[in-house]
């Protein structure tokens, strides 16, 4: 029974654990009870199982119905009943500090006085101790059966490099995952003037080094369908266009947070995750008044350190890096059993379907690996950079570099919003396979840029993850390609060729090697005719 796409992600969960069983018709229903309707009937479509209007669920006896959510006539269906939470256990009160928590209390649980579910899935012991002070009657119900979403994070741990190569991060990048909760007391807010993300999206494009650190953002489905994905994207365009990567908040946020270095969220489910998993956390939003205060991600929010949205940000993360200590209570609280979620939810759910269990263990499935997306950054860049021999250290940044020495120059991708950026341009690049037709090869396209923009310096078609070609003005036509021991992205190669030749006044020998300073590393880059 789907709530809203929230709700449903936890239910995609559990599927599994049914594969492969003929004795098991699965059917599918949403109960219309959530104002979040947006996303479901696409996942209905990517499901491709019989959908049951909500009236004639109500009617039909099944022998088992899960939810992962409250609301609809629950206690009318005509069928065992089990709730799973969609969080991390129970925390959160509807309606601020004076409402019962949402799902374990008398309002949520209980019918004419009894409690109406069969099974009330708990991921830890400190759930049952809260749900028998508020509401004892719901205790027969309780069954400790740990946490799905939290186990599949567990067991895709030793695939966190290949997440974040399919984010496109690089060697020696940090990614910042900024993740909201839906509240109005969330960090996307609800539009008011005191919203902190609004303002805090571009000066993180601004403050923070373009090859140093990358930024993705996981966004609540709520907001998400709520609003719907095409809003999301206008709400965040100027982001986008400086590098943010917006992630999929059913199917790729969980490969986000493990891919992830830095947190940066409120007091959402996702960041406590994080936490659990050991990631630093800094939280730019509490919402402390949404949360019960005796859950564990209540004590979670006033432990866990705060973001300055007025201080500077670089600084802010690299000094939670440098006296990052992992909280004990996320690792502790998320899951009493981790690893044993399946096993324990499908011995719960057969028992209640009074059938034997499969033969076989009881699997969850592997989180899938993303496709390969790397961001498409055509906000223009402002660049610095120090040359010394062979040796050029490069920043780059959607706004005002942090180090104010050096040779400046500002680099544009062709595909830049402002087409007047172009006529200020110093070095134009694009990126795309060395034969598309549309361009003619690297060097026709090198050479029509320059004869459009006579201000710019230096053109760079990059053709690969680790090569371009570049037209210097007045000086032709150089390959620039990648040493085994770099890597980054190629059109720094250029802005780093850019900054010698201003320096030197004349082309590097050919065959020569310019040592690019970038992300922490050193990137060997062969310059060739």
């Not at 309707?37 to 499901?47: D, M, P, V």
């Not at 939810?67 to 609809?72: D, E, I, L, M, V």
């Not at 496709?371 to 402002?382: A, I, K, Y």
């Amino acid at each position: 029974m789907v709530h809203n796409i929230a709700s449903a992600g936890r239910l995609l969960d559990v599927l599994p654990l049914f594969h492969d069983d003929f004795r098991v018709q699965l059917l599918i229903t949403s109960t219309d009870s959530s104002v979040f309707q947006g996303g479901i009937r696409n996942l209905f479509a990517e499901l491709n199982l019989p959908v049951m209007p909500w009236a004639q669920a109500l009617r039909t006896p099944v022998d088992l119905a899960i939810s992962a959510s409250f609301g609809g006539q629950l206690h009318c269906l005509k069928s065992h009943l089990t709730i799973l939470s969609h969080g991390v256990g129970y925390t959160k009160r509807l309606a601020g500090s004076r409402e019962p928590t949402f799902g374990l209390s008398p309002d949520w649980l209980l019918a004419d006085g009894e409690p109406f579910v069969d099974g009330l899935v708990l991921s830890h012991p400190e759930q049952l101790e809260r749900l028998r002070v508020v509401c004892p009657e719901a205790e027969k119900a309780a069954v400790l059966a740990g946490d799905p979403c939290f186990d599949r994070i567990l067991a895709a741990r030793p695939h966190r490099e290949r997440f974040r190569r399919a984010l496109g991060i690089r060697r020696g990048q940090r990614l910042v995952v900024v993740n909201s909760t839906w509240n109005p007391e969330g960090l996307f807010g609800n539009g008011g003037g005191q919203d902190v993300l609004p303002s805090l999206l571009p000066r993180l494009a601004a403050e923070l080094p373009a090859d140093d650190y990358r930024l993705a953002a996981v966004l609540h489905p709520n907001i998400w369908y709520g609003h719907g994905p095409g809003q999301i994207r206008v709400w965040l365009d100027r982001a986008r266009r400086s590098g943010l990567t917006l992630i999929d908040p059913v199917h790729a946020w969980r490969q986000a947070l493990l891919a992830a270095d830095i947190v940066l969220g409120d007091f959402g489910a996702v960041s406590y995750y994080a936490a659990a998993l050991g990631r630093p956390v800094l939280l730019a939003a509490t919402g402390e008044e949404r949360l019960d205060p005796e859950a564990p991600l209540a004590a979670f929010v006033r432990e866990a350190p705060r973001l300055d949205p007025q201080g500077p940000l670089r600084e802010q993360f690299e000094a939670l890096l440098a006296r990052h200590r992992p909280l004990a209570g996320p690792a502790e609280f998320t899951t009493s059993a981790p690893g044993a979620s399946a096993e324990l939810l499908r011995r719960h759910f057969y028992a209640l379907m009074d059938l034997p269990e499969p033969v076989g263990p009881a699997l969850l499935e592997p989180l899938p690996l993303p496709q390969h997306d790397p961001p498409l950054r055509t906000h223009p860049l402002d660049v610095r950079a120090r040359v010394r021999g062979p040796d050029v250290v490069i920043e780059r940044s959607a706004g005002h570099p942090y180090d104010a020495g050096g040779e400046a120059h500002r680099a544009v991708h062709e595909d830049t919003r402002d087409p007047g950026d172009l006529a200020t341009a110093d070095v134009i690049w694009r990126d795309g396979p060395p034969d598309d037709p549309r361009f003619g090869d690297p060097a026709a396209w090198t050479a029509d840029v320059l004869h459009q923009h006579p201000h710019c310096s230096l053109a760079a078609y990059v053709s690969g993850p680790d090569r371009c070609t570049v037209r210097v003005r007045g000086l032709g036509v150089l390959q620039l390609s990648a040493g085994p021991e770099a890597d980054a992205d190629p059109a720094v190669y250029a802005s780093a060729l850019h900054a010698w030749l201003t320096r030197s006044g004349e082309a590097p020998p050919d065959g020569a090697t310019l040592r690019v300073h970038v992300a922490g590393g050193v990137h060997p880059v062969v310059c060739a005719r």
